[in-house]
């Protein structure tokens, strides 16, 4: 069975930091491509990062003012995101998406993936 499972949200005051962690299982993830996406109360879910598994090329949202590293590890199939600089209005749930056809693309269409994760929260908050 393909699965994508996150991993690492909590609780964190203002200031601090996480790393998300989406752990494949069923595929491997080498020939993907993978979205980090994030949605907020109330709001629409939303690509912040992705990143190509093939050759390694990243995009992030304009946005985020370098905030946010996408990341692999090939040998454990898991791919991470760290986000800095954590504010209350980074709170949301965060998806990782994985794209069998490996063409990296920066977009907000959901349907674009083909497997997804069931999110982790990140709240901020003090």
């Known amino acids: 069975q393909m699965k994508l499972v996150e991993s690492g949200g909590g609780l964190v005051q203002p200031g601090g930091s996480l790393r998300l962690s989406c752990a494949a299982s069923?595929?491997?993830?080498?020939?993907?491509?993978i979205g980090w996406f994030r949605q907020a109360p109330g709001k629409e879910r939303e690509v912040v990062s992705c990143i190509s598994m093939i050759d390694g090329t990243t995009y992030y949202a304009d946005s985020e003012n370098g905030r946010f590293t996408i990341s692999s590890d090939n040998a454990k199939n898991t791919m991470y995101l760290q986000i800095n600089s954590l504010e209350p209005e980074l709170t949301a749930v965060y998806y990782c998406?994985?794209?069998?056809?490996?063409?990296?693309?920066?977009?907000?269409?959901?349907?674009?993936?083909?497997?997804w994760g069931q999110g982790t929260q990140v709240t901020v908050s003090s």
């Open positions: 069923g595929f491997t993830l080498g020939s993907f491509s």
């Open positions: 998406a994985a794209d069998s056809s490996g063409v990296l693309a920066m977009t907000d269409d959901l349907s674009w993936y083909d497997y």
